[in-house]
């Protein structure tokens, strides 16, 4: 699907077939607001819920839910949507209104559904809005409801003629903190604890690569595999006892005769999940030309705005030598409130106001921020492990892996819609190289457990009915994540 400054619309027709509408973005761009949300998916209708509310807010709006059934759909619309009816049983003359309201009968809608897979998608029905951005939400009372004692004040003043607009100037004065909380992500109390999936796969599938170009395509595919299935971790193990340094590999003196290892897989991998903004400046990367571009959400063209963007920090300092300059990818670089070492990659909160006229000093936080916030897919993490007993002794995340499968032809058969797996924190998914990964168990000789029935929760064959006598690797990758998708949906709605 091409949504490339183009929204495609789907609206429910009489006859249940889809219409599809081309939205054009153009005459949006030039406001540079109140821009509707991109068509995603998500794993949960909270999720969903939680970016629509942040992008909207970001955009100069407030969204709120005008119908919906849980576990179908859910319709949002702007909250100037709609108009005011008169319940008075005086005459029409004394109560009418003689000044405007929040409710213009705003034309926005937005609408989640809920796929076959349990997955939410996004769809917009109506992009555009009849009125102009807000450029103080801190009143909104969509935004922040009103107390009683606010509504028994509003009521009083209302009977004594003053205008909705005074009412609520009076009532709620303008909070300029609310937009540093948007920032900080502090609006949102309650984070979910999503769960992540992380991918370990043989550096030794690069070995029957006959030429460096031909290894660095088959990195692409393994990336585009993750990026598609929303992968949050790669594991690049070396299943042949060896010591390389998975960031020791430069192509100086290399020719395509020389054995490839597993630190090309790591780096070609690396540069891959990094915007193409700053893979220039982090990269000294040859034979990537035949790269697949992996489109991921965190790697945003100038003209695309969203909450975070991904930078690179710079040698300019600001000139009281407080703030550091970032390459965000912009059509002009922003400063971080707090000074850093050049060539830093940074993941950088862009604030509330979209405008990029408009300079002020943004935020460095963790990478797990747009996915804990607005539940976007950021990428993934590559590390290298030395065999096939340090994928579990360095995780990364704490406690370790609480759930893991194993990959094989000799592994039992089970079909995707009977695999129940059960709730997790963090996923892992093993796949072997060409000796299968019963052999990469064998070779880890810290490994306590030299059965793979014991070292894994599962072990499965996620293709039974092979019409060829081997599967590759990055092959196996695409049917494993496609097979697991219904039961690890399944398993994350259970969280």
């Avoid at 003196?253 to 220039?280: H, N």
């Amino acid at each position: 699907m091409d949504l490339e400054g183009v929204d495609i619309v789907e609206r429910n027709v009489e006859n249940g077939q889809p219409e599809v509408i081309d939205f054009e973005y153009e005459d949006f761009f030039k406001q540079g607001k109140l821009l509707p949300p991109p068509i995603k998916t998500f794993q949960a209708r909270e999720e969903l819920l939680k970016y629509v509310q942040c992008y909207s807010l970001l955009q100069g709006y407030i969204t709120t839910i005008k119908d919906s059934k849980k576990d179908q759909y859910v319709t949002l619309g702007c909250d100037r949507g709609g108009s005011y009816r008169n319940r008075t049983k005086t005459p029409i003359e004394e109560r009418k209104r003689k000044s405007s309201s929040r409710l213009i009968n705003c034309p926005f809608r937005i609408k989640g559904v809920k796929l076959v897979d349990g997955s939410w998608v996004l769809r917009v029905a109506t992009g555009a809005h009849n009125h102009e951005a807000s450029n103080d939400m801190s009143r909104s009372p969509s935004f922040c409801p009103y107390s009683k004692e606010e509504v028994v004040k509003i009521k009083e003043m209302s009977k004594s003629g003053i205008p909705p607009r005074q009412i609520l100037a009076s009532v709620r004065p303008a909070q300029p903190k609310v937009k540093e909380e948007l920032v900080d992500g502090e609006m949102m109390k309650k984070k979910y604890e999503i769960p992540t999936i992380s991918i370990a796969v043989p550096g030794s599938i690069t070995h029957n690569a006959q030429s460096l170009e031909l290894a660095t395509r088959l990195a692409g595919q393994i990336a585009r595999a993750a990026t598609i299935f929303r992968v949050d971790e790669i594991v690049v193990y070396d299943n042949k006892n060896s010591t390389t340094d998975a960031f020791s590999f430069t192509t100086a003196g290399r020719t395509d005769d020389d054995e490839i290892d597993a630190s090309i897989l790591v780096r070609v991998l690396e540069y891959l999940e990094t915007p193409q903004y700053l893979r220039r400046r982090l990269f000294p990367m040859y034979c990537v030309g035949p790269l697949p571009p992996l489109d991921a959400p965190h790697h945003l063209q100038k003209h695309e705005w969203c909450p975070y963007r991904e930078g690179i920090t710079l040698i300019e300092k600001s000139p009281d030598s407080t703030a550091t300059l970032v390459d965000v990818g912009l059509y002009k670089n922003v400063f971080i409130d707090e000074t850093l070492e050049p060539g830093i990659r940074v993941t950088v909160a862009m604030g509330y106001n979209a405008d990029p006229e408009i300079e002020h000093s943004h935020k460095v936080v963790p990478s797990s921020m747009p996915k804990e916030d607005l539940g976007l897919y950021w990428g993934f993490k590559v590390r290298y492990a030395s065999n096939m007993s340090s994928v579990f002794k360095e995780c990364p995340y704490k406690g370790g892996y609480d759930h893991t499968i194993g990959t094989s032809e000799r592994g039992l058969v089970i079909k995707p819609s009977e695999l129940t797996i059960p709730r997790f924190r963090h996923l892992l998914i093993a796949f072997g190289g060409p000796a299968g990964l019963e052999q990469s168990i064998i070779e880890a000789s810290s490994l306590e457990e030299k059965d793979v029935h014991e070292v894994f929760d599962f072990y499965l064959n996620t293709c039974p009915h092979q019409g060829s006598r081997t599967i590759q690797t990055e092959e196996a990758v695409f049917i494993s994540l496609q097979y697991f998708q219904e039961p690890i949906s399944n398993a994350i709605q259970q969280s």
